[in-house]
Nanobody
């Protein structure tokens, strides 16, 4: 599976951006899909994930502001980011993970098998 993330950019605090992740090589309808981010000088962290079976998870820091969605017919995953804050500034990565079980919650980097190249999001104050 190859993943290509795009849609990043520079936005003022309070603004919105929509990231897209295009998958190729294999249909991702049976994969868990996630977004992670890495700010300068910090470790990569979980943002959100959507399981192949439907459940969605968010980091507390983005709940109520970010929305993950997927279009399996187009092999796409999206991240709608609203009410952006300067602390959301980071490189955002999309990832795909094979199904690891019914009650699995894919929030760790090790839960994912394929990664995109990242797209920069910069939020100015």
């Amino acid at each position: 599976v190859q993943l290509q993330a795009c849609g990043g950019g520079l936005v003022q605090a309070g603004g919105s951006l929509r990231l897209s992740c295009a998958a190729s090589g294999r249909t991702v309808s049976s994969y868990d899909m996630g977004w992670f981010r890495q700010a300068p000088g910090k470790e990569r962290e979980f943002v959100t994930a959507t399981r192949w079976s439907g459940p969605i998870y968010y980091a507390d820091s983005v709940k109520g502001r970010f929305t993950i969605s997927r279009d399996n017919a187009k092999n796409m995953v999206y991240l709608q980011m609203n009410s952006l804050k300067p602390e959301d500034t980071a490189v955002y990565y999309c990832a795909a993970g094979q199904n690891r079980g019914t009650f699995y919650v894919p929030k760790r980097e090790s839960d994912y098998d394929y990664w995109g190249q990242g797209t920069q999001v910069t939020v100015s104050s």
